[in-house]
T-cell receptor, first 109, second 118 residues
Framework: GDSVTQMEGPVTLSEEAFLTINCTYT??????LFWYVQYPGEGLQLLLK?????DKGSNKGFEATYRKETTSFHLEKGSVQVSDSAVYFC????????FGAGTRLTVKP | NAGVTQTPKFRVLKTGQSMTLLCAQD?????MYWYRQDPGMGLRLIHY???????AKGEVPDGYNVSRLKKQNFLLGLESAAPSQTSVYFC?????????????????FGPGTRLTVT
């Protein structure tokens, strides 16, 4: 069945460092891909999405490109801030939404 | 708009007790979902609904029941709580489930209910 695998955390970075969180997926057909973010004590919020191959989703300085050839959707940000500390979930949607296990990011000043 | 709201925010149950979690959305979404979130396992779908009066099983439905009597509300029931049901429960809603032709629709999540079963 469809599934998502994302890099295990936790990830700890200093402010202004470069961030990459890897995400790969398994699915037949052409799923849509998403990154959600969960801040402490809150529900998940959509961060960005891409609906077809080679699409780039972007929001708040975060980017991810839908790579069908490598079945990947890695999340990147050039300069992280303390306020980016959260748990990040990669997800795919074809017939239903499947989530990765989540990656906890902590950014230190 | 309040978006998706959940009540209660926290609850402690003893084994064997029952309870109902309430989810409400004011976005006129057709689809609603209940997930549980456990450490290291992401979110797992318990039950979902594609419209008023309809429900269906998700990935981990055992021990739970649901009802969707009104479009804006989706209730999750635990008839006889077990320690394995200790988790954080999230409700979500969307315009579509992601089925054929509509896979780009995002889900909107509530703030969660933290349930502990002792």
């Amino acid at each position: 069945g469809d599934s998502v695998t994302q890099m295990e955390g936790p990830v700890t970075l200093s402010e202004e460092a470069f961030l990459t969180i890897n995400c790969t997926y398994t699915a037949t057909g052409y799923p849509s891909l998403f990154w959600y973010v969960q801040y402490p004590g809150e529900g998940l919020q959509l961060l960005l999405k891409a609906t077809k191959a080679d699409d780039k989703g972007s929001n708040k300085g975060f980017e991810a490109t839908y790579r069908k050839e490598t079945t990947s959707f890695h999340l990147e940000k050039g300069s992280v801030q303390v306020s980016d500390s959260a748990v990040y979930f990669c997800a795919l949607s074809r017939n239903d939404m499947r989530f990765g296990a989540g990656t906890r990011l902590t950014v230190k000043p | 708009n309040a978006g998706v709201t959940q009540t209660p925010k926290f609850r402690v149950l003893k084994t064997g007790q029952s309870m109902t979690l309430l989810c409400a959305q004011d976005m006129n979404h057709e689809y609603m979902y209940w997930y549980r979130q456990d450490p290291g396992m992401g979110l797992r779908l318990i039950h979902y609904s594609v419209g008023e009066g309809t429900t269906a099983k998700g990935e981990v439905p055992d021990g739970y029941n649901v009802s969707r009597l009104k479009k804006q509300n989706f209730l999750l029931g635990l008839e006889s709580a077990a320690p394995s049901q200790t988790s954080v429960y999230f409700c979500a809603s969307s315009y579509s489930s992601g089925r054929a032709g509509s896979s780009s629709y995002e889900q909107y999540f509530g703030p969660g209910t933290r349930l502990t079963v002792t």
